[in-house]
């Protein structure tokens, strides 16, 4: 995991730098770099948790990856105290009052969270919500099938039925 620690908090870095962009102090940009960094390594300490990692697309959209061992874990998650502050640093004006997941079966097993944020090209003043242009947070759960070929995307621990896994020397035609 040690790869994805640091690709989270190079992605701090990069938001970071996004922010300071916009208008924020340095000193406020190098908080929400903290900021960030705490709440992935939030959520990789989180009970359930399985893993996390993060990206940024080429349409410049950062992107988490989370895995959860349920709906249960990833509820709990969402209730926490460092998602609750989170959700409120980012719509400081909004009531997160209700129930998350109601449509999600209790024993829909494993679960994949992606939350992919694209910040607009906007001066920030200070204490302003981040601004946000767009922010999109969706669930998967594996299907069966497919190929790892030297290693896969999703954690160990995520239980893919039917996953062919090949070792890279075996593929390439090496004996090992």
Not at 129 to 145: K, Q, V, W
Request: charged share 20%; with cysteine; proline share 7%.
């Amino acid at each position: 995991m040690t790869i994805g620690k640091n690709r989270g908090r190079a992605m701090a870095v990069g938001l970071a730098v996004a922010l300071c962009g916009m208008g924020m102090t340095p000193a406020h940009a190098q908080a929400q770099q903290e900021g960030f960094a705490a709440i992935i390594d939030a959520a990789r300490a989180h009970p359930g948790c399985l893993g996390v990692d993060t990206g940024r697309t080429t349409s410049g959209k950062q992107v988490i990856f989370a895995w959860f061992e349920n709906k249960a874990a990833l509820v709990a998650w969402y209730k926490s105290d460092a998602h609750q502050r989170a959700m409120k640093a980012a719509f400081p004006d909004s009531s997160f009052e209700r129930e998350p997941l109601p449509d999600t079966p209790d024993d829909s097993g494993q679960i994949l969270a992606i939350v992919s944020l694209k910040l607009r090209d906007a001066p920030r003043s200070e204490g302003a919500p981040l601004p946000i242009d767009t922010i999109g947070i969706e669930l998967y759960t594996p299907l069966p099938g497919g190929v790892a070929v030297g290693g896969r995307f999703a954690p160990q621990a995520i239980r893919v039925p039917a996953l062919r896994e090949i070792d890279l020397a075996t593929a390439a035609g090496r004996t090992r």
